[in-house]
């Protein structure tokens, strides 16, 4: 009987473990912190008009055919070959998406930070994110 008691309790456990794991709302959250930072922030479903400045900036370096000179202090590029590289070409394969864009916007607007360092940029698209938001502080 002891086995089956333990093997019931181990399975309750592992049931629990797996609905925390696949949880995709915020039913499971239970710090009021973080149950206001994912309804608020993560799962903000306003259009911002801040979102239409990203976009544009975006298609803005999609569509730019300049050449710039880069120095990569990394372990350099599996995409370029050369350190001239075309801004165009950068945009489609660095940075971040429109969507995270979005998410990073959110998070700054959430938090309203005096101010953000940002370590290691590209063409400057999460940088955007981080500083549309800084127009809002004031508000």
Known sequence: MLNFEILCATDHKKSYLNFLWNSKNEHGVHSPFVFDLVTKCFYDTKKYTEYSI?????KSLLKNKNYIEVTDYGAGS????????????????????QKRAELLFRITKYFKPDSILELGT???LA?????????KIKN
Not at 54 to 58: F, S
Not at 79 to 93: C, E, G, L, M, P
Not at 127 to 135: F, P, V
Request: glycine share 6%; proline share 0%.
């Open 78 to 97: 599996k995409v370029f070959k050369s350190n001239k590289r075309q801004i165009s070409k950068i945009a489609q394969t660095a940075g971040i998406s």
């Open 54 to 58: 990203l976009k544009e900036y975006r």
């Open 122 to 124: 590209s063409l400057g």
């Open 127 to 135: 940088t955007s994110s981080l500083a549309l938001r800084k127009s």
